[in-house]
Structure formats: structure tokens, C-alpha cells
């Protein structure tokens, strides 16, 4: 059986900040930043993360599909929530992946999710690949109008693939374009000229040329080209330089997303599998600290799968944010008075976090095994009045799982980091009923029988401590997926 690629999934946050409000803002300080204001940025949620949405792209990659069989987990990411804390380890209990999986995080370079893919493939077993990056910047820098939210999955295995890898190629150089250390919070980065002419130009051709040889296949034969750059013209110039086709350069996605850092490789990845003809090769280029290069080849298999937004879905799944302010606050950009009700003391007590990890983080709820009621949480006693059975229940996954509000209230005298705190009573379609957090909502369009899935989020942070607790939360269905 052929080993490849056989599912990809992405994920860009609902809200998307329009560039003209940030220069508009810092334009007495920095009116130069007038040429970057087109378009628009995607944005993190307050309770979204580079966890959050790697879960996310992970669900959307694997809709359809028992992850069950997958035997590895490579979660890449230059903005952890966690320095010391297994981010993957997250990741796979939100997804209930088995406890003999292999998960590791993949970090410190731009290119550490092309290299991530590399190994998981030609590790030959079958793994998951998600990336995703949450960049916080300074205002009025370039670099924050450039960048985007969002995150990447990658799925491979045996099978069917609908993307097989002919080459791949890698280089290694400690060249320091940008850095961020422990003590840092924002990047610093260097002269894009000198990046460039000393770092693009002089790195990455080479590494295109090993991976081309590998495969004996020729640079005009290359339909895809997916680089990210954030230095302007550079993949054009690169491009020339390796011998690919300047219409084989994909588009960046700057006016509708930004880029997503180290997760923008495999962005673009998806991007293109999505439309591809079957013996199309896509080259996909990861810079940082030397290059990875690797070659595919698009087969016949379809990509798409029931419950599957992709990387087109997710882009139409968008709500305009004209707020600058709202995403200074979200990012703790600025201080802002947060009042009394927002200081109550968020310890979570990591050995009760233990003791109910299937319930909080995977979502996993009981179905009785006597009279085959679903309730969530589990209990020793089923939920049903008739039934009352002791010690029957059977794990059961809520997760995935849609439902609908029969009740809800907003909330503006609870502390909420977006007022107001909209929650309420949401009855699964299968069985089963859960008074939750709702996310990604407007307050005046909620409405009693509305539909929701469930969403992996920030339940909230304890910025005394430094500890972020995470849990699901209520979405509405507004993009036509069941």
C-alpha cells in the first residue's frame, strides 16, 4: 500500500481584523505602514491559542477518520502556551487519542512544521501533523499588519493518499534573520534586505536543487510553489533563481489571512491540495535557520470528507472585526481596567485537573449500558429516573457532537475578557443536555433552537499564576457543516 499524505485539514479564527484600523490608529506615529493597510488579518479569539486552534485544524484534518490507528503526533509552533508542558500532550487528550502515542512538540525555528512533516514521513507510520502559531507584535509594526492567526493538519499513512512525497531535501545554517528569547516577548528582527540577499537567496536554492535531483524532476515541472516570505518579492526572486515558474508561486494569502508563521508551509500545503489536478508536483519551501524542501505529487484521491471546512471553508468562515482595540485587549497589549470581578482566583488544582482529564479536556461523556442513555458528565448513577443503574456507564465522546440551545442568557454583570458572557442550556442531538460557555457569537443573535457544535477553548487563565485551563464551549453552525 503507497504511504503519503491521505487527509489535511486548517483552521483561521472567525474574526478578521481589517489592516485599515491599525493604520489608521498608528498613523501619526508611523504613516509608512499606509502601504500594508489593505486587506485584512485573522485574528485569535480571547480564549483561542495556538493549542486551541491546533486542535481545531487536527479535527477538521481528520473528520471522517478514526484517529485510533495513528501512532504519532507532531505538534509544531514557535508560540507554545506552555515552556515546560508536553503542547502535544494537549492536543491529543482534546482529540482522545490513545496514551501509547508517540506526541512531541516541534519548535524554536520557522521551518520546524516542514521539518516536523518530513520526519513523520519518512517515519512510515501513520501520524498526525498539526502546526499552528498565535505571534504576538508590537503595534505600529510592520510585522503586525503582516501576520495572521492560524493553524495547519496534516495526516499520513497508508492508504489511498491524495498527496505522495517523491523528495525532500534539508539545510541547516544558524543564520539569525529574527529571534525571540525566553525573556523576550516580541520578535526582533533584522534588515529584510540583508535577509534577502545573505539568508533566502544564498539558502534556500540549493536546498530546492538537492530535493529536484532527488526526485529527477525538473523545476519547470513544478505546479505549486508554497514558500512563505514575509520580506516582500522574495519567493518571486527565489522562484527565478531555482528555475520554478513565476505562475507556479502560490498566493500567499496576505490580503485575506496574514501569515501564519511557522504554520504558513503547511497552510499553503492545504491550500493547494484542495485544488490540484492528480499529477500536479507541489514544492513546499520552509525557511528558518536553513531550509526544508519537499516535493509532492498530487494522486486522484479526493481530499474532501463530511464535516471538512478546509482551508477555503475556514476562510469563507469569517466575521469582519473593525476594532483595533478589541485586539489590543485580547492579546494583553494594553492594560485595561478589567474590574473587581474579573480578580477571583483562578487555581486550578492540577491533581483534580488529573483525575477528570477525559471529562474536561477530551469531553468525554457515559452512555448506560442497561437502558443506553447519554448523559455528560459520566456518573457512577445513570441519569435516567427509570433507570438509575449503578457503575453502567461506558465512555462516551461529546466532542464531536452537535446540539441545540434551549436556553441562554448575556451576561454583562459576570466578568468576561468579550462582554458579555453568553452561556446557556445546549441539548445534544443524540441525547444528553450541558449548561456551557458559548464562543464566537453575537449576543443579539442567539435564539432558542439555534445549532451548535462544541469548540476547544480557553476556559480562562490564571495570571497569577501563569496557568491556562481549557475546556469546550458552544459554537454556533454557520457554515453549513452537521
Not at 443573535?445 to 481549557?470: E, P, S
Request: proline share 4%; net charge neutral.
Amino acid at each position: 500500500m503507497a504511504f503519503g499524505i491521505v487527509a489535511a485539514g486548517a483552521y483561521i479564527p472567525r474574526l478578521r481584523l481589517q489592516r485599515k484600523a491599525i493604520v489608521d490608529t498608528n498613523r501619526w506615529f508611523a504613516p509608512g505602514l499606509a502601504s500594508l493597510g489593505k486587506g485584512e488579518r485573522s485574528i485569535c479569539n480571547w480564549d483561542e491559542d495556538a493549542i486551541t486552534m491546533a486542535v481545531e485544524a487536527a479535527r477538521d484534518a481528520t473528520a471522517g477518520r478514526d484517529r485510533a490507528g495513528l501512532k504519532t503526533l507532531y505538534f509544531a509552533s514557535t508560540t507554545f502556551p506552555f515552556l515546560d508542558r508536553l503542547n502535544a500532550g494537549v492536543v491529543a487528550e482534546a482529540l482522545a487519542m490513545p496514551e501509547d502515542l508517540n506526541a512531541l512538540d516541534v519548535a524554536s525555528s520557522q521551518r520546524c512544521a516542514t521539518s516536523a512533516l518530513a520526519m513523520a514521513v519518512r517515519a512510515g507510520e501513520p501520524g498526525l501533523v498539526v502546526a499552528a502559531e498565535h505571534r504576538r507584535t508590537k503595534s505600529a509594526s510592520s510585522i503586525e499588519l503582516t501576520s495572521g492567526d492560524g493553524a495547519a493538519a496534516i495526516v499520513v499513512g497508508e492508504g489511498a493518499p491524495i498527496a505522495r512525497l517523491l523528495a525532500s531535501a534539508q539545510g541547516t545554517v544558524d543564520f539569525v534573520d529574527h529571534f525571540r528569547t525566553a525573556e523576550s516577548v516580541y520578535d526582533y528582527q533584522w534588515e529584510e534586505r540583508w535577509i534577502r540577499d545573505a539568508g533566502y537567496m544564498t539558502i534556500v536554492p540549493p536546498v530546492i536543487a538537492r530535493c529536484l535531483a532527488s526526485a529527477n524532476v525538473k523545476a519547470s515541472e513544478v505546479a505549486y510553489f508554497c514558500m512563505p516570505a514575509m520580506v516582500p518579492r522574495v519567493v518571486n526572486s527565489v522562484a527565478k533563481a531555482a528555475g520554478v515558474a513565476e505562475t507556479a508561486i502560490v498566493d500567499n494569502m496576505h490580503t485575506v489571512c496574514g501569515d501564519t508563521g511557522a504554520a504558513h508551509p503547511l497552510l499553503l500545503l492545504v491550500s493547494v491540495l484542495e485544488r490540484a489536478k492528480p499529477g500536479e508536483r507541489i514544492l513546499v519551501v520552509g525557511f528558518g535557520q536553513g531550509a526544508d524542501a519537499l516535493l509532492f505529487e498530487r494522486t486522484d484521491a479526493s481530499c474532501d470528507a463530511a464535516g471538512r471546512l478546509g482551508c477555503a471553508g475556514h476562510l469563507a468562515r469569517r466575521r469582519e472585526e473593525a476594532s483595533y482595540a478589541k485586539f489590543l485587549a485580547f492579546n494583553d497589549l494594553v492594560e485595561i481596567e478589567r474590574g473587581m470581578r474579573s480578580e477571583t482566583d483562578k487555581l486550578t488544582p492540577l491533581s483534580a485537573l488529573w483525575r477528570n482529564r477525559d471529562t474536561v479536556t477530551g469531553m468525554i461523556g457515559g452512555k448506560c449500558a442497561v437502558c443506553g442513555t447519554i448523559q455528560f458528565p459520566i456518573t457512577r448513577i445513570c441519569a435516567n429516573p427509570n433507570c438509575n443503574a449503578v457503575d453502567s456507564q461506558e465512555a462516551h465522546p461529546f466532542a464531536g457532537k452537535t446540539g441545540r440551545v434551549n436556553s441562554f442568557t448575556a451576561d454583562r454583570l459576570t466578568y468576561s475578557p468579550n462582554p458579555p458572557a453568553c452561556y446557556g442550556m445546549v441539548q445534544f442531538e443524540e441525547g444528553g443536555r450541558w449548561m456551557m460557555d458559548f464562543t464566537d457569537v453575537e449576543a443579539d443573535k442567539l435564539a432558542v433552537g439555534m445549532g451548535m457544535r462544541m469548540m476547544f477553548r480557553v476556559k480562562d487563565v490564571d495570571t497569577q499564576r501563569g496557568f491556562r485551563r481549557y475546556f469546550w464551549k458552544a459554537a454556533p453552525i454557520e457554515d453549513g457543516r452537521s
